[in-house]
């Protein structure tokens, strides 16, 4: 029922649609990734009677604009990007629901504004890091099954790069959870940001199967 951009800054606009019933209990849906987008099916997983939904395209997703950019492109930014469009929206608190990656998105932004949370709804728990899975070995085969299906075996040591390089997330002394990339974070070596922009290629091939598979 309603529809827009949101200038978030670094360059960026968001884009974002709400359905279901103005005025009903209010909740955002957080997609996956990173690197996804919202899909007409997401619509699909509330009851329009009783929810009022908030979807959007994270920085650099869907229809968001720059598409693909990564300049300003971090944790810590998404989960101000969240609070800047409840804000914009004027709702007090939200139900805050979100599957693989935006399920650690969910988690990343109750733990930083749990004041504003009326709840959390997540599914294929996800955070990208060495204790996911079976000793961290589930994310592992899943990039190795990737990269072999869509003809590039080299694509755990990229994600790896990616996780170790660019997407570090720490656990500050509140409890936030923020981007290696943060204000005080060191840039990433000339090598991991070269393997960085091989894992960005990748993500951003245009065939269907390779995007739908990474994300």
Known sequence: YESGMLDVGDGHRIRYERVGTPGAKPAVFLHGGPGGGIRPANRRTYDPSFFDVTLFD????????????????????LIEDIEKLRKHLGIEKWLVTGGSWGSFLSLAY?????????????????????DDGVDGRIVDQ????????????GLLQLFQAFRVGFCQVQRTDQGVLGSGLGPNATAPSHTNNSQLNLFHDELLKTDLFILRSLT
Request: glycine share 16%.
């Open 142 to 153: 899943l990039f190795v099954i990737v990269g072999v299906s869509v003809g590039f075996d």
């Open 58 to 77: 994270q920085r650099g997703c869907g229809r968001s604009t720059p598409l693909s950019e990564l300049e300003g492109n971090n944790t810590q930014n």
């Open 110 to 130: 109750a733990q930083a504004y749990p004041e504003r949370c009326l709840g959390l709804i997540v599914r294929g728990i996800f955070t990208g890091g060495d």
